[in-house]
């Protein structure tokens, strides 16, 4: 008795193939859309750290002014 499952019950499946140079590897298959999210957010992050790093090197240079309050900026 070998058991078959009904084919409703079952999800349907799509063979994907895969290039000899990823065999091995971990890949990640992932929506367009996700994507397109993650990369977008991955930019911003990567300009975020881009701007802090160039505030820091200011900071180290002395180009960087303190202040007590905003009213201060304006002085």
Request: no cysteine; charged share 30%.
């Amino acid at each position: 008795m070998s058991k078959q499952a009904s084919s409703s019950s079952t999800p349907s499946l799509l063979s994907i193939r895969v290039p000899k140079e990823l065999g091995g590897k971990k890949v990640v298959l992932v929506e367009a859309e996700q994507y397109a999210k993650m990369k977008q957010r991955l930019a911003e992050i990567e300009d975020t750290l881009e701007k802090i790093a160039r505030g820091e090197a200011a900071y180290r240079q002395g180009r960087t002014k303190t202040v007590k309050s905003l009213s201060e900026l304006g002085r």
